[in-house]
């Protein structure tokens, strides 16, 4: 990266916020040295937490607002009694050009509905997805949608798909992802309508994507595909479950090894390769979930993360923004429009 990037901080979402994110820019600020913060939220808060670090203070601009997007807000309250909020600053921030991207640990639904109200869809795009990565036994995946959409149609699915082959290749470096639609088993002839139909589009080829095929549930921790298409109510589904069984099986783990002395003479021997295995699936590693399809880029935290994963959403925000993610996806979208994607997906 040749130039300075900034980048738009809701400081005031998550569960450990503000501490949180100001701890996570500032790691985020060793890592992306020519990144500068624009942080919205709550000025007498944020101040004395900026300026323990004198090289963060002198990278961030504050701007105040004491109003907040509280967790339990419904979208559409927050999008009618929140229009001072961090959060809706910060994406405004990322509309009028001040910013390359916004990164925000608050209210999912809330965000979602913002961002699409204030950045719009893409040309050719119906409704954004969620897109997260996570690890698998060839590496990583990223699947969408994660929950922004309950119900999809075929279109919605091809869209996807499209979606996610942009950016497994610009954020996780593969040249020719492989795609797969999520089913209820491998053979065409299963699934509802929708996922048959989508499955049909893609396999015509018309598409310009690397299609598997249909995929179950346990390809997506074998890494079957680089990229897992679904509707949003399976993909969270998935994805909770997925998070529920990783702390199901770590309890297990250290349940086990203060079962005997044995035990913790064998967690003792084993504690390096304990380390190296939990290094490759803490989650704060895959933090910073992507609302693809808007125009701009909009990043979302979780949560409950702390310090650590926030600045790794931050670094998923400054990938995009570096590799140009956005300008790649107009003008791959525009080719489609010329060879008719929606003829494709009709």
């Given amino acids: 990266m040749s130039q300075r990037l900034t980048l738009a901080l809701d400081a005031m979402g998550g569960d450990q916020a ?22 919205f939220g709550d000025e007498a808060k944020l101040r004395p937490l900026i300026e323990r670090s004198r090289s963060l203070a002198e990278r961030t601009t504050v701007f105040h607002t004491s109003d907040v997007v509280r967790s339990e807000d419904k979208p ?8 001072n909020s961090s959060m809706r600053l910060a994406i405004d921030a990322v509309r009028d050009g001040k910013a ?74 593969i040249p020719k992802p492989t795609i797969g639609l999520l089913n209820v088993g491998s053979e065409e002839m299963k699934g509802h309508d929708e996922v048959k139909r989508a499955g049909a589009i893609l396999r015509e080829g018309k598409v310009p994507v690397e299609f598997h095929g249909f ?55 084993s504690r390096s390769a304990l380390r190296k295995v939990r290094e490759r699936t803490d989650p704060r590693r895959y933090n910073g979930a992507v609302f693809l399809g808007l125009n701009g880029i909009a990043v979302k935290s979780h949560g409950g993360t702390d310090a650590l994963g926030f600045a790794n959403a931050i670094g998923v925000a400054n990938d995009m923004a570096v590799h140009g993610f956005l300008d790649k996806v107009r003008a791959e979208l525009a080719e489609l429009a010329e060879v008719g994607l929606k003829g494709a997906t009709a």
Wanted: glycine share 10%; net charge negative; charged share 20%.
């Fill in 18 to 39: 503000p501490d949180m994110v100001i701890d996570g820019a500032e790691m985020a600020r060793i890592r992306f040295p020519l990144v500068d913060f624009l942080i």
């Fill in 76 to 83: 559409s309250v927050a999008l009618r009694a929140g229009r």
């Fill in 215 to 269: 995929i179950e549930g346990d390809d997506i921790t074998a890494g079957t595909v680089d990229v897992i298409v679904t509707d949003g109510f399976t993909g969270n589904v998935a994805l909770k479950t997925a998070e529920g069984t990783a702390r199901l099986y770590t309890n297990f783990i250290r349940e086990s090894f203060k079962s005997s002395i044995l035990a913790k003479l064998g967690y003792l021997l």
């Fill in 100 to 173: 390359a991207g916004i990164v925000s640990a608050g209210n999912t639904g809330a965000l979602m509905a913002m961002a699409k109200l204030a950045l719009r869809t893409l040309p050719g795009i119906d409704r954004p997805a969620i897109a997260s990565f996570f690890p698998t036994e060839r590496g990583e995946s990223c699947m969408l949608d994660l929950g922004a959409n309950v119900e999809c149609d075929a279109d919605n699915l091809v869209q996807f798909a499209i979606l996610g082959d942009m950016f497994a290749r610009a954020v996780l470096g």
